[in-house]
């Protein structure tokens, strides 16, 4: 059976929206693939950022510490010296509850935190063999 004109031009018109509705649908992958990969490196990042901060708050709580230490060790000194918690608030601009406080600490030992102390990242995806090598 011979196929008309009609038939031919509608099966090329059928193949043109097939082809066109394929293309359409690579694009939309595409884009989707793209908007996954962004999802993934921003939650990425936003973990590096969270490991950074975590360090960082590590490093400052450390520095306080050695900070009221030494302030402990001033108190001590102006124990020394005879003089009171509230003559010794008034040189540090201090309260006398943080004088007292202070002079506590200059008893305890000086904490020095080094790497082994500070808290570990979690590990990556590679680590885990999650990774997409």
Request: no cysteine; hydrophobic share 40%; aromatic share 2%.
């Amino acid at each position: 059976m011979a196929r008309t004109n009609d038939e031919t031009e509608a099966r090329r018109i059928a193949r043109a929206r097939r082809a066109k509705m394929q293309a359409a649908r690579v694009q939309r992958d595409e884009r989707i693939d793209d908007g996954v990969a962004k999802a993934v490196l921003s939650a990425k990042e936003v973990e590096r950022a969270k490991i950074e901060l975590s360090q960082a708050e590590t490093v400052f709580a450390a520095a306080i510490a050695e900070h009221e230490q030494r302030l402990g060790r001033i108190v001590a000194a102006f124990k020394g010296e005879k003089l009171d918690a509230n003559s010794i608030a008034e040189l540090l601009e201090l309260t006398p509850r943080e004088v007292r406080r202070l002079g506590k600490l200059a008893d305890k030992p000086t904490h020095h935190p080094d790497d082994a102390a500070a808290p570990k990242p979690p590990p990556t995806e590679e680590q885990n063999g999650h990774g997409d090598a």
